[in-house]
Protein backbone atom coordinates (compact mmCIF):
# COMPACT_ATOMS: atom_id res chain seq x y z
CA UNK A 1 0.00 0.00 0.00
CA UNK A 2 1.08 3.65 -0.18
CA UNK A 3 1.29 6.03 2.01
CA UNK A 4 0.13 10.15 1.07
CA UNK A 5 -1.20 12.92 2.82
CA UNK A 6 -5.26 13.52 1.65
CA UNK A 7 -6.21 17.19 0.19
CA UNK A 8 -8.16 17.19 3.64
CA UNK A 9 -4.92 16.57 5.66
CA UNK A 10 -5.46 13.00 6.40
CA UNK A 11 -3.47 9.84 5.74
CA UNK A 12 -4.55 7.52 3.15
CA UNK A 13 -3.50 4.38 1.59
CA UNK A 14 -3.69 3.49 -1.90
CA UNK A 15 -3.32 -0.03 -3.13
CA UNK A 16 -0.98 0.34 -6.17
CA UNK A 17 -2.67 -2.39 -8.30
CA UNK A 18 -5.57 -0.51 -8.59
CA UNK A 19 -3.93 3.18 -9.34
CA UNK A 20 -4.94 3.77 -13.34
CA UNK A 21 -4.06 7.16 -13.48
CA UNK A 22 -2.14 10.32 -11.53
CA UNK A 23 -2.81 13.81 -12.64
CA UNK A 24 -2.70 17.42 -11.95
CA UNK A 25 -4.99 20.01 -13.74
CA UNK A 26 -3.61 23.41 -14.52
CA UNK A 27 -5.52 25.43 -12.17
CA UNK A 28 -5.75 22.20 -9.48
CA UNK A 29 -4.38 22.76 -5.68
CA UNK A 30 -3.72 19.12 -5.21
CA UNK A 31 -2.65 16.36 -7.41
CA UNK A 32 -5.62 13.65 -8.11
CA UNK A 33 -5.46 9.76 -8.37
CA UNK A 34 -7.41 7.74 -10.30
CA UNK A 35 -8.53 4.58 -8.59
CA UNK A 36 -9.78 1.32 -9.67
CA UNK A 37 -13.77 0.98 -7.94
CA UNK A 38 -14.76 -2.39 -6.69
CA UNK A 39 -17.07 -3.09 -9.92
CA UNK A 40 -15.83 -1.97 -13.16
CA UNK A 41 -16.64 0.53 -14.60
CA UNK A 42 -17.01 2.65 -11.23
CA UNK A 43 -13.75 4.44 -9.91
CA UNK A 44 -12.56 6.55 -7.47
CA UNK A 45 -10.79 9.85 -6.89
CA UNK A 46 -8.69 10.45 -4.38
CA UNK A 47 -6.84 13.87 -3.57
CA UNK A 48 -3.21 14.24 -2.79
CA UNK A 49 -0.56 16.79 -1.63
CA UNK A 50 2.06 15.15 -3.38
CA UNK A 51 3.36 16.16 -6.70
CA UNK A 52 2.17 14.09 -9.08
CA UNK A 53 6.09 13.53 -9.81
CA UNK A 54 6.22 12.60 -6.47
CA UNK A 55 3.26 9.85 -6.57
CA UNK A 56 4.00 8.51 -10.11
CA UNK A 57 7.98 7.40 -8.82
CA UNK A 58 6.37 5.85 -5.42
CA UNK A 59 3.84 3.76 -7.95
CA UNK A 60 6.57 2.95 -10.50
CA UNK A 61 8.44 1.67 -7.98
CA UNK A 62 5.46 -0.35 -6.02
CA UNK A 63 4.74 -2.18 -9.16
CA UNK A 64 8.62 -3.13 -9.91
Known amino acids: MLKFISAEGQIVYVNPHTIVAVQKYPDAQHTTIHTL ?12 NEEPE ?8 AMK
Do not use: K, M
Open 54 to 61: TVATQWRE
Open 37 to 48: GPQSPSHFCILV
